[in-house]
């Protein structure tokens, strides 16, 4: 709930906005505004137009809401865009045009409005006064991670007090940076004396070692006792596979799946959106083509071997972007990046627009992929991943997809490392899967098509 809270505050201020322009600009008589032609169509032009440019400049992030002055300058950048694109509206579109007069207020108002909920925001967040207090029972893995999400995502609202360890010896040990406060043993006490409000479970190893009666006496008490890979998930938009236990994937909410009339409906609507969008961008793929076969030897479609829904195989098709000679004496291997050296001058700028990928409405209409899912990968990389990687196997219960949660979050990935960490982005989509989730993910590749970068 905590994301809505920026933008629906800027949707207010922005809406606010517009109605004090009209209401300065006519001499502050109130029904002059309400008797305003095409009021309503005016005003929600004008705010989604301004509250576009700032979801564009990245400003709904973690990252820009730490640093002021980058705020302010995204700030100031996206409200000039904003003008910009309503200027050229108002010439298409005469209907929704507003007064230069009405327009300057406006962006005045907006601006003072928002740098205020944005200074409001931050200084609610990184005041300590007002966050509630955490404590982490466990010392190991998840319980560190755990700690540096918390204290590198401000503004959550959640200060860490500290970590409690099985050990008396680790008391007063320093981790990350809160200490190891106390033992298990003393949570009741700790509780009252360091004002904690939420208790984090995140033990690696919890045989012998979880205080079932002490936790249940919390909860009675209207303390907040939380499972550690809950917190994690929330904080990060992943579910992590490192000490996860399979009884909390069991008995956690989600996961709810798609029945067969579901799947079939999906597939229905998908199969006419994709024959659309593929009518609709025949001639900007035509260009592309024309310009793979300009630019470099070799055939403009690659086609290329890769693993789907329930583990079969098929063809994905998409714009070469690699010389035709890229694996002739390596064999497969990960692309790295926009650095890979395989990677043609065209191609660098296919992949970060992802325009490479408009050939796979062709595996949309063939039933074979979805526009929203886990990445397909190669069968060469399937059968070595799933050797190492916990749950690997899980991404392949629902359909790939041409975009999806883990490749809004992750660039390329180039190792082990980087698959698991894709397959835990995948895990928290299969999770939550819904239409919803699915056009949001897709309105983020639309961000990351048109500034060439994501939500990461």
């Known amino acids: 709930m905590k994301r809505l809270v920026l933008p629906v505050l800027d949707a207010a201020v922005l809406g606010s906005a517009f109605v004090g322009a009209l209401y300065l600009r006519f001499n502050q008589d109130f029904m002059l505004v309400l008797v305003y032609p095409h009021l309503v169509l005016r005003g929600v032009v004008s705010v989604g137009v301004l509250q576009t440019c700032l979801y564009y400049a990245d400003l709904y992030e973690d990252e820009p809401l730490r640093r002021p002055l980058d705020t302010a300058l995204r700030l100031v950048q996206a409200l000039l865009a904003g003008v910009l694109v309503l200027l050229a509206i108002y010439y298409v579109v005469p209907d929704v045009k507003v007064g230069r007069g009405v327009l300057g207020m406006f962006m005045g108002l907006a601006i003072a409005g928002l740098f205020f909920v944005r200074a409001m925001y931050m200084w609610f967040g990184e005041e300590e006064s007002l966050a509630e207090n955490v404590l982490i029972i466990g010392t190991g893995y998840t319980a560190q991670k755990i700690a540096k999400e918390i204290i590198g995502r401000r503004p959550w609202g959640l200060k860490v007090a500290g970590f409690l360890s099985g050990d008396p010896a680790e008391v007063g040990r320093r981790i990350v940076n809160p200490r190891v406060v106390g033992t298990i043993d003393e949570l009741p006490l700790l509780l009252k004396h360091l004002k904690a409000r939420m208790v984090v479970v995140a033990l690696d190893d919890r045989r012998g070692k979880l205080p079932i009666g002490v936790l249940l006496g919390c909860r009675i008490q209207g303390i907040r006792v939380e499972e550690g890979a809950s ?128 050939p796979q409405l062709v595996n949309v209409l063939r039933g074979e992929m979805s526009f929203v899912g886990p990445r397909p990968e190669r069968p060469h990389f399937v059968n070595a991943l799933r050797q190492v990687i916990p749950l690997y196997d899980e991404r392949h219960t629902v359909r790939p997809g041409i975009t999806g949660w883990a490749q809004i979050r992750c660039g390329y990935g180039s190792s082990i490392e980087d698959a698991e960490q894709k397959l835990q982005y995948d895990l928290y989509y299969i999770k939550h899967v819904s239409l919803a989730f699915d056009l949001g993910v897709m309105v983020d590749t639309l961000k990351v098509m048109v500034v060439g970068r994501g939500a990461r």
């Open 231 to 358: 917190v994690l998930e929330n904080l990060t938009g992943q579910i992590p596979i490192k000490n996860l236990r399979p009884s909390w994937l069991v008995f956690s909410q989600g996961f709810r799946g798609e029945s067969r009339l579901v799947r079939r409906l999906k597939y229905a609507g998908e199969f006419c959106v994709a024959l659309v969008l593929f009518a609709l961008f025949a001639p900007l793929m035509l260009l592309v083509a024309l310009a793979v076969k300009l630019t470099s030897r070799g055939p403009v479609i690659y086609r290329q071997e890769r693993v789907g829904w329930r583990g079969q195989t098929f063809q994905l098709l998409k714009y070469r972007t690699m010389r035709v000679d890229a694996e002739a004496s390596s064999g497969p291997v990960w692309a790295s990046g926009e650095d890979d050296p395989r990677i043609t001058r065209l191609g660098r700028l296919l992949r970060k627009t992802r325009l490479d990928e408009l």
